[in-house]
């Protein structure tokens, strides 16, 4: 991509012929811009379709780009398959007390 400083709301894209020629799913043509001073890189594929040619576009933030290393894996999140449990307690149980105290106890 030749030297190109992105601005706010403003994107050129750039013919990815390298890209193309090793991966047939790469886009098409590659760009940066600007999104509330955030940097993003925009993806664009060139399509037929039913009515002709048409453009799809992908946006995606820069630092969500990042591959993590070797030594900081990526966070897992798994959807629970029941009712949630915090797992068995330390702390002893305590006893179960009656609803009804004598009036003398109230501390109002």
Request: proline residues 11%.
């Amino acid at each position: 991509m030749p030297d190109y400083s992105p601005r706010e709301l403003s994107c050129l894209l750039f013919k990815n012929d390298r890209g193309k020629a090793q991966n047939a799913n790469a886009p098409d043509w590659t760009g940066e811009l600007l999104i509330n001073g955030r940097a993003h890189s925009a993806a664009m594929w060139t399509k037929q379709g039913q009515r002709g040619e048409y453009f799809s576009l992908s946006l995606k933030l820069k630092e969500q780009q990042k591959a993590p290393s070797a030594h900081q894996s990526a966070p897992k999140t798994y959807a629970p398959r029941g009712p949630v449990t915090n797992g068995p307690s330390n702390e002893p149980e305590l006893p179960i007390q009656s609803a009804e105290a004598p009036e003398e106890d109230v501390p109002f």
